[in-house]
């Protein structure tokens, strides 16, 4: 049986722009802000997103191809892990910079 390949750009190919804009949806913020804080790789079914299965699929999909997280198949379940320090060699601060935002946009939710 052949492992399924999923295609992941190399950090240095990922620009800010692909990774400002994969973070401008709360949807995806919340993704990655979910996956720094639990310190462990996590199955797409493990967030608890307001958005039905295909358009979850879509956001894990432009996270992936924004170089923000990493996907690969254990069984048929699609982990999911961040590339938190490749990012910040590529992009210094930025994502804890998100991170922290999203945190404080969570403690000032109603």
């Known amino acids: 049986m052949t492992a399924r390949v999923i295609v992941h750009p190399g950090v240095e190919d990922v620009s800010v722009q692909q990774v400002l804009e994969a973070l401008a949806d709360p949807a995806r913020r919340s993704v990655v802000r979910t996956l720094a804080h639990a310190g462990a790789d996590l199955s797409c079914g493990s967030f608890d997103l ?29 982990m999911n892990t961040l590339r938190a320090e490749e990012l910040e060699r590529r992009f210094p601060g930025l994502l804890s910079a998100v991170v922290a935002a999203a945190d404080a946009e969570a403690r000032d939710a109603p």
């Open 50 to 78: 307001p958005v039905g299965r295909s358009t979850s699929s879509h956001h894990f999909s432009v996270l992936r191809a924004a170089g923000v997280l990493r996907q690969y198949y254990v069984g048929t379940t699609k």
